[in-house]
């Protein structure tokens, strides 16, 4: 017989298989590939089968949290399927702890939990998006951009101390270097060995060069303090490798916090020596605007 606590961590398992099947379902009917939507649809009758195990043991029927359901589905059709299927399946790690706890009470669990991990591993190898396919070519664009043109208004702030004509300068520099690295993307990409369409590539690079451009320039065409300037494109700097590391993160089973770390502390740490240089170049040649 399960205890009161053990009984609430069983209904808690039957609320998320029947929230993840009704996700799974959502997802498989807007699905635009046929086969990314049938094995969807796959997933979904084993989640329900996972439920009416549960349910077996509880003798409780229970309701799927329309939130998640919601929440996961809107995410995997803006996102992508595959990052939001991957967002979702981060939470089955916890349903398998739960999981561990109800051997004694229901032995064959055991088989339900090898049921989730064979759903990853079926996860992992289900789609291929081209947000996915071309990563490496945003990668290059965002990380060029983060790194170049933060140091490039860094550097400018103190040799110039004009927000308006840093921006400007930023602005040209930016898309000027964008056009110049999508180029680049275009021809190492048709020279390479792979599936991937060298014009794509170099849409995804430049785009997201131009993205990042645009967000650290800002704070410099609408502020006229230069340190405030320079503090919101650091900061924006930082949540941009945010929101991204974690999106790839997610999205290729990487690790977040090491990535992130990493490429913080490189894009601040470039941005605070070009600063020094900004301070030193303005002293050594007098620049006065």
């Given amino acids: 017989m399960l205890t009161q606590e053990l009984r609430t961590k069983v209904l808690a398992a039957q609320r998320q298989e029947i929230t993840e099947r009704m996700v799974y379902v959502e997802l498989a009917r807007t699905a635009r590939n046929k086969a990314h939507a049938d094995i969807l649809e796959k997933i979904a009758l084993e989640e329900l089968g996972h439920y009416n195990h549960f ?62 991990e064979k759903h990853e591993l079926m996860l992992i ?36 101390q004009n927000t308006k004509l840093i921006g400007m300068l930023g602005l040209i520099t930016g898309i ?6 999508a180029a680049s993307e275009y021809l190492a990409t048709k020279h390479e060995a792979q599936d991937k369409d060298p014009f794509k590539a170099c849409l995804y690079t430049g785009i997201s060069y131009i993205g990042v451009v645009l967000v650290l ?68 040649f007098g620049v006065s605007v």
Avoid: C
């Fill in 55 to 116: 349910r077996s043991i509880t003798g409780q029927d229970v309701g799927p949290d329309r939130w998640q359901v919601f929440y996961f589905s809107f995410i995997g059709r803006t996102l992508g399927l595959n990052f939001g299927l991957k967002l979702m399946e981060q939470g089955e790690h916890l349903a398998q702890e739960i999981y561990a706890h109800l051997k004694a009470a229901a032995p064959d669990i055991e088989a339900v939990i090898k049921d989730e």
């Fill in 125 to 160: 190898d289900l789609i291929e998006e081209d947000r996915l396919k071309y990563v490496s070519s945003v990668i290059l664009g965002l990380n060029d951009a983060l790194i170049e043109l933060t140091a490039t208004v860094a550097g400018f702030t103190l040799a110039l």
């Fill in 176 to 181: 000027a270097a964008a056009m110049s690295m």
């Fill in 217 to 284: 320039v800002m704070p410099y065409l609408l502020f006229t303090n230069i340190f405030l300037s320079l503090f919101l494109t650091v900061l924006l700097a930082v949540m941009t490798i945010f929101i991204f590391t974690f999106y790839v993160s997610v999205a290729q089973g990487e690790d977040f916090k090491g990535k992130f770390t990493e490429m913080a502390i490189l894009s601040v740490t470039i941005t605070a020596i070009t600063f020094l240089i900004g301070m030193a170049a303005r002293h050594v």
